[in-house]
């Protein structure tokens, strides 16, 4: 766990039964219903920032600036960070692009103090939190499915990590599995 004045950095990506990540609105979606849509409000509820990778914003913001309803409030309402070397400004409402050092920036704001960061999906961007110790928490929600292709949860030339089980369950909509883990280290302090 993060020292105490730090923020906490969770990261939540669903996977696929055999471990993709790649693009889950095409999969997904008969599986996330009130049940996944009120636990994903609630989380947001919690944190006072949502980061992504380039990837991600271009998703999010062609879907949500124009959504309706709690969640789509939530979430344009937030601080947004979108981390990237290509873009120059974001069109959606409250993100910031930051171009420089992922780790140095996303650390900075761990530091800054606060509520909970958000990261969802878990493309370049994750696994380089993840590889750079800053993730505090990894929920990963398994949907039963079985994808053709696509981009696996973790790529070759990542680190080496070990996690511990902190929660494990039904998800929050039939057919969904949740796992929550922690990094093994902070697990023990």
Avoid: C
């Amino acid at each position: 766990m993060t020292e105490n004045n730090t923020r906490r950095l969770s990261l939540s990506a669903l996977v696929s039964l055999n471990g993709v990540i790649g693009e889950p609105m095409t999969w997904a979606g008969p599986y996330f219903g009130a049940g996944s849509a009120a636990h994903s409000l609630a989380v947001l509820e919690r944190s006072d920032a949502f980061l992504m990778g380039r990837h991600t914003y271009e998703l999010f913001a062609r879907q949500w600036p124009t959504a309706t309803g709690p969640y789509a409030e939530r979430l344009n309402r937030m601080q947004k960070y979108v981390f990237s070397s290509t873009l120059t400004e974001a069109e959606w409402t409250n993100t910031t692009v930051v171009s420089g050092d992922v780790v140095t920036a996303v650390r900075e704001l761990k530091e800054a103090g606060g509520n909970e960061l958000m990261v969802y999906g878990h493309g370049r961007f994750g696994q380089t939190l993840v590889d750079a110790g800053l993730v505090d928490e990894l929920t990963l929600t398994v949907v039963p499915v079985f994808v053709p292709g696509g981009t696996p949860l973790f790529r070759d030339g990542g680190l080496e990590h070990r996690w511990e089980l902190v929660r494990a369950g039904e998800g929050h909509d039939p057919g969904l599995a949740s796992l929550t883990y922690r990094p093994a280290t902070a697990a023990k302090a």
